[in-house]
């Protein structure tokens, strides 16, 4: 295994949820290529002699030594493998890679491990299929019901339930899995960077010191389909007229309020060219570095949606999560030395760390340089070194908390 590269194992997975027209890939939850992904990440652990086990949401955890021997010792790396709609080759499969290829390093110079050694694949981590975000670690942590989450439909309205058992699964088995979780001692997720922070502070990795406040809100708005030829334009009741003043909305609100909110999604029924739209959806994700300026931006948009007859659903909310910060500390001393830690930086994006963290497992990012800040696009990129690096770092992470 050793002398393989994050790039080599980026490209086998090249050719997984492909699509063809942009370049990124649809890599989307409980699907075939869904299911090739964990066959993937089955057969790497194999080929490195780890056991694969899976929680009841069907997170896959792979082990050096045994979890179970000492509860709450492990240390564990990973990501996910799935993606956003036409999303680029490193948000999530960079930290899996590179979980896969430390534990190649530590092996090659003959580390043995003190604590378990853990990598994990969160299922369904960017919610692009069924609309919730970091759903396998929400699942296991309790943060999202089982129930709720079996009733959630895809765009083809496929309920989890269904695409479960048409993946051989039981939507009985999902849960909360306090078990899988009691195994972990220290979480740590390396991911690429999703902005620019890095470029600016001139360093190939950082470290994470908290997450965004963030949110997803549905909008629904109400109409009437008729004729576009015949309807007079006082007769007519347009769902589109309040989604579109919802998206200007979300602008205004948004500088108003210094925050971010993004309408990326929406839907229009009946969706003919010639029929006046009876029924169109928004979804709208807002964050920011305040909660409040969050809250006050989504006050705006409900009073300008409610105008419209808009009907608004919260899907996910999740609050400013902090990482635990002796751990950041550490991290920072250990990849950059006393005199020069490594940077220490926040972030918008969303991360099953995160969901970790704020059920109380000891939780840290390693952020690796992405030379454009692009991310959620086929231009994301991180260059060969830096990736190199974010592998010795994290090899190094891992070596140190599993040292005792
Ligand atoms: C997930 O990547 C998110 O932050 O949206
Ligand atoms: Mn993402
Ligand atoms: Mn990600
Ligand atoms: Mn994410």
Known sequence: MSGRRVADLLADL???GRDGGTGGFRRYAWTRDDHELGSWFEAECAARGLAVTEDRAGNQWAWWGDPDATPGRAVVAGSHLDSVPDGGAFDGPLGVVSALLAVDRLRSRGFVPARPIGIARFVDEEGARFGVACAGSRLITGKLAADRALGLADADGITLAEALRSAGRRPDDLGPDPQALARIGT????????????IDLDAPVGVGSDIWPHGRWRFDFPGVADHAGTTALADRSDALLGLARLVLAARTAAERNGCLATVGKTRVQPGGVNAIPSAA????????????????????????AAADGGVITEESWTPVTRFDRDLATRLATLLGGVDQPAPVLGTGAGHDAGILARAGIP????????????????????????????????????????SD
Do not use: Y
């Open 187 to 198: 979480f740590v997720e390396l991911h690429v960077e999703q902005g620019k922070g890095l």
């Open 281 to 304: 959806t928004a979804w709208l994700d807002a964050r920011g570095s305040a909660e409040e300026a969050v809250r006050a931006a989504l006050a705006d948009l409900t009073a300008s």
């Open 14 to 16: 090249e050719p997984v």
């Open 363 to 402: 939780t840290a990012m390693i952020f690796v340089r992405n030379p454009t800040g692009v991310s959620h696009s086929p231009a994301e990129h991180a260059e060969p070194d830096d990736c190199e690096a974010g592998v010795d770092a994290l090899a190094a992470v891992l070596a140190d908390l599993a």
